[in-house]
């Protein structure tokens, strides 16, 4: 019978036997194939010409970095690991026969030895998923596996290329796998620059892993003493020193899960990695370009705040190819949604649809960039009540051609142009440009033609692409692939031409914008802003020869931000950027498509005593639809004023609660008020350009008459509610 320190041998013994004799069938992976089969926990998002941009934690249970070659692993760790696992390591062929002996005879007389297992076991246990140790320890089974494989090992690899996989799949503390992760993790730096003392405590937390800090310490101030045996750098002193640094060192977490300068994109592209992409993904993006743009747009963001704004977003796109150069997703420290992707996030557009309004209404020969339209009060049936647009400043134009009422953002004009092209076919030409719509134009309604649909910035800065590339419209593209989709025609040629001609206009955005704006550059860009309800978004998006930019201002949270205008808020950062990417590149006027002609146009008179509307100018125009005169001119019989407000058919409730003289109607006319009348049920009540009525319950008819008692127009209205109360006069 054995006793039980002569089992204890004879097992050992018996592992020695088997490992001895054994004869593996099979072949071994090759190094190539784990290097290959390697997994970072984190995916290296990169730019277009490799450089890193973003690390992002893909795998949420292990802790792994790159791969790192052995040659770029600190010689003060390589000198620690060894010491500490596997002295005899470049003498051996998988097993150090002297350590099983040596542990062999330790279990006989029952003392405690370092162990038997090599470098080469350990990493042949690290490699094979049934020799892994379980909580109790290998099995006897697992241990001679582990070591036949650890001689086939050694057969078939070099003997730095098993440190070097030792090295990167070694387990340390905790979820963190692979000296790339420790180093960064806990050190901070990368496995190359490891000195003695980190490289000491590193070979400590092989061996315990998950010691308390003082055990591990206490081991790495051993190890320490090994490798520098000459020096006092091991003292009582030096090791209360290492306690200190032990302890400092497994708490930090220097190695954030996510760090770099375009967070949103890469989150996005690492999730949706192509097969063969897991440890890193080759984007569109220019790495020089998304740092000065995430610079320029923090910067605005800052002189921003006290006007009650965090929040923006930014995106480049090169316009041949549909590429993604920049893509800003948010502000980072200086919002308190910083996860929010601001390049996709869904917001109202403002002001920047009318581009594509306007060409449409072009294309479909409605309007010239020269035709006159009425910027004055308008109030419009809808199925929901009166709509009532206003422009920005509160104010009228008068008779504006399409070229300044688009350039100089009018809004009356706009809805008058929605009006002549419907809501439900412009919903159709936006979805064509890539803005698709959550909703039929219907459901908008005439407030579409300021942007009240909500869209994303990419898609937004993609339809001004298409306006960019000749109305032809493409997917964009974030990551290196080849090929992709042809482009369709989503919109008239000419007629994008002729919106771009406008939008580079500085004399056409005067208006509004004046002459010296942030939004003209020495260089041909067309460039649009706008402003969403309520000022809670701000936009800047146009393009240039090349590249289309795209910026939105806000806050992710919808609050309204205070006194920001187009030219504050999101423009500037677009001016900065464009400026940036043509700092060395020219930016020409596109050339005019086939089907244009340019030719001179003079406008008529504003009024009797005022010159012409607009200065004579050459214009663009679709072939055959040209003319040489614009103005507003009576014809034969036709009314010379109009009723400008209310609109016929509105319907006027009255509030009992109300004194009847706080309830007064205003009537408007569009034309100067000498002579006018004003007539309810056939009864004059005014005389002028404007009038003040009582509302009385029940319908009437509305007349405005020249001094010649000329009917010039006519509205009904209806009015509901219980009248006066008891004891008022009815009006006469």
């Given at each position: 019978m054995f006793t039980r320190p002569s089992r204890?041998?004879?097992?050992?013994?018996?592992?020695?036997?088997?490992?001895?004799?054994?004869?593996?069938?099979?072949?071994?992976?090759?190094?190539?194939?784990?290097?290959r089969a390697f997994r970072p926990s984190d995916t290296q998002v990169l730019d277009r010409d490799g450089e890193l941009l973003q690390r992002v934690r893909t795998d949420a249970a292990v802790r792994r970095g790159q791969w790192v070659a052995l040659a770029d692993v600190s010689p003060a760790l390589r000198t620690a690991m060894l010491l500490s696992e596997d002295k005899r390591f470049h003498e051996h062929s998988g097993v150090d026969w002297r350590?099983?002996?040596?542990?062999?005879?330790?279990?006989?007389?029952?003392?405690?030895?370092?162990?038997?297992?090599?470098?080469?076991?350990?990493?042949?246990?690290?490699?094979d998923e049934d020799l892994r140790r379980g909580a109790g320890g290998r099995s006897l089974t697992q241990k001679v596996g582990q070591t036949i494989d650890a001689q086939r090992l050694e057969r078939n690899w070099r003997k730095d290329q098993i440190l070097e996989a030792y090295l990167n799949t070694v387990p340390?503390?905790?979820?963190?796998?692979?000296?790339?992760?420790?180093?960064?993790?806990?050190?901070?730096?990368?496995?190359?620059?490891?000195?003695?003392?980190?490289?000491?405590?590193?070979?400590?937390?092989?061996?315990?892993?998950?010691?308390?800090?003082?055990?591990?310490?206490?081991?790495?101030?051993?190890?320490?003493?090994?490798?520098?045996?000459?020096?006092?750098?091991?003292?009582?002193?030096?090791?209360?020193?290492?306690?200190?640094?032990?302890?400092?060192?497994?708490?930090?977490?220097?190695?954030?899960?996510?760090?770099?300068?375009?967070?949103?994109?890469?989150?996005?592209?690492?999730?949706?990695?192509?097969?063969?992409?897991?440890?890193?993904?080759r984007t569109t993006l220019r790495a020089p370009l998304q740092r000065f743009a995430l610079g320029t747009l923090q910067q605005q963001l800052r002189e921003l705040r006290g006007r009650h704004v965090e929040d923006g977003a930014l995106v480049v796109l090169d316009n041949a190819s549909g590429e993604v150069l920049a893509w800003v997703g948010s502000s980072g420290p200086l919002s308190q949604a910083a996860e929010v992707d601001g390049v996709l996030a869904q917001r109202q557009p403002g002001s920047t649809l009318k581009p594509l309004l306007y060409a449409q209404?072009?294309?479909?020969?409605?309007?010239?960039?020269?035709?006159?339209?009425?910027?004055?009060?308008?109030?419009?049936?809808?199925?929901?009540?009166?709509?009532?647009?206003?422009?920005?400043?509160?104010?009228?134009?008068?008779?504006?051609?399409?070229?300044?009422?688009?350039?100089?953002?009018?809004?009356?004009?706009?809805?008058?142009?929605?009006?002549?092209?419907?809501?439900e076919a412009f919903a159709r030409q936006l979805r064509a440009a890539g803005l698709p719509l959550r909703e039929g134009g219907d459901y908008y309604g005439y407030s579409l033609a300021l942007?009240?649909?909500?869209?994303?910035?990419?898609?937004?800065?993609?339809?001004?692409?298409?306006?960019?590339?000749?109305?032809?419209?493409?997917?964009?593209?974030?990551?290196?692939?080849?090929?992709?989709?042809?482009?369709?025609?989503a919109l008239d040629a000419r007629a994008a031409f002729i919106v771009g001609d406008i939008l580079s206009d500085p004399n056409a955005r005067a208006r509004t914008f004046g002459l010296d704006s942030v939004l003209g550059t020495r260089f041909w860009t067309a460039v649009k802003t706008g402003t969403s309800k309520d000022m809670r978004d701000n936009w800047a998006i146009g393009w240039s020869q090349r590249y289309t930019v795209g910026v939105w201002?806000?806050?992710a949270s919808g609050a309204p931000m205070w006194d920001v205008s187009g030219t504050s808020g999101a423009a500037p950062v677009w001016a900065e950027v464009m400026r940036f990417l043509h700092r060395r590149e020219p930016s020409r006027a596109p050339v005019p498509p086939a089907g244009l002609v340019q030719a001179k146009v003079a406008f008529g008179s504003g009024g009797a005593d005022a010159g012409p509307l607009e200065a004579a100018r050459s214009e663009w125009f679709l072939q055959g639809t040209e003319q040489a005169l614009f103005a507003i001119e009576p014809t034969a019989g036709s009314a010379i004023a109009r009723i400008t407000a209310p609109a016929d058919g509105t319907i006027v409730a009255l509030d009992p609660d109300i004194p009847p003289n706080r309830q007064r109607l205003r009537f408007e006319t569009d034309a100067p008020g000498s002579g006018l009348q004003w007539r309810i049920d056939g009864k004059t009540i005014a005389r002028g350009a404007s009038a003040q009525w009582l509302p009385w319950p029940g319908r009437h008819a509305v007349q405005l008459v020249d001094a010649r008692g000329q009917l010039q127009d006519e509205i009904r209205l209806e009015v509901r509610g219980a009248g006066v109360r008891a004891g008022a006069a009815r009006p006469q």
């Open positions: 204890r041998l004879a097992l050992s013994l018996a592992i020695v036997l088997m490992a001895a004799g054994a004869h593996p069938a099979g072949a071994a992976n090759t190094f190539d194939e784990v290097k350590a099983v002996s040596a542990a062999a005879w330790g279990n006989l007389w029952n003392t405690r030895t370092r162990g038997a297992s090599t470098i080469t076991m350990q990493l042949a246990g690290l490699l340390f503390r905790g979820e963190i796998v692979g000296i790339d992760a420790l180093s960064r993790t806990l050190f901070g730096k990368a496995p190359s620059g490891l000195d003695a003392r980190e490289a000491a405590l590193a070979a400590a937390l092989v061996r315990a892993p998950n010691a308390k800090p003082a055990q591990v310490a206490q081991r790495a101030c051993e190890v320490l003493r090994t490798m520098e045996p000459n020096r006092a750098s091991a003292s009582k002193a030096d090791c209360e020193a290492m306690d200190m640094f032990a302890s400092a060192a497994v708490q930090r977490r220097a190695f954030d899960p996510s760090e770099g300068i375009a967070p949103h994109l890469g989150r996005r592209v690492a999730k949706e990695a192509p097969a063969g992409q897991h440890n890193s993904v209404a072009i294309a479909e020969r409605r309007l010239t960039a020269a035709s006159l339209l009425d910027d004055s009060s308008a109030q419009l049936n809808t199925a929901s009540g009166l709509y009532i647009p206003q422009n920005y400043d509160r104010q009228f134009k008068g008779h504006v051609s399409v070229r300044t009422a688009l350039a100089s953002s009018l809004n009356v004009p706009a809805v008058r142009t929605l009006v002549m092209v419907t809501p942007g009240s649909a909500e869209v994303s910035l990419l898609a937004l800065t993609n339809a001004y692409r298409t306006l960019a590339n000749g109305g032809r419209y493409s997917e964009t593209r974030d990551v290196v692939v080849a090929g992709g989709k042809s482009p369709t025609q201002v806000g806050n």
